[in-house]
């Protein structure tokens, strides 16, 4: 019985963990975006780490962007993303894209 407790959690938390990361992966493509052409860096485990999931099922995250490292025009930004996940869609949507100054 224990066994089938433990497995039944690790399949629990490895379906979450699959929802952050693919949370993550939509904002980072839609910075991707709205950067086209632009060089930056942004930390995903920053993004990860800020995660945040409100009760109407919106996920919000939040990090530092640094739009041409290591230049002498270098600026740093931070960057507000949400999604949610619609019904009948695997990937999330994202909602909201800020980039505060």
């Known amino acids: 019985m224990r066994t089938l407790i433990f497995v039944f959690m ?6 979450c963990a699959g929802k952050e990361q693919k949370v993550v992966s939509a904002c ?11 060089t930056y860096r ?14 109407s099922g919106v996920s ?4 530092e962007v640094i739009l041409d490292p290591g230049m002498s025009g270098e600026q740093t930004q ?12 695997s990937d999330p949507v994202v909602i909201s894209l800020n980039f505060i100054w």
């Open 10 to 15: 690790l399949v629990v938390l490895t379906a």
């Open 42 to 55: 942004l930390d995903s485990d920053a993004l990860r780490s800020s995660l945040q999931t409100d009760a």
């Open 78 to 89: 931070t960057v507000e993303c949400s999604a949610r996940f619609e019904d009948g869609q």
């Open 28 to 38: 980072e493509s839609a910075v991707a975006e709205r950067l086209t052409g632009k």
């Open 60 to 63: 919000s995250v939040r990090a």
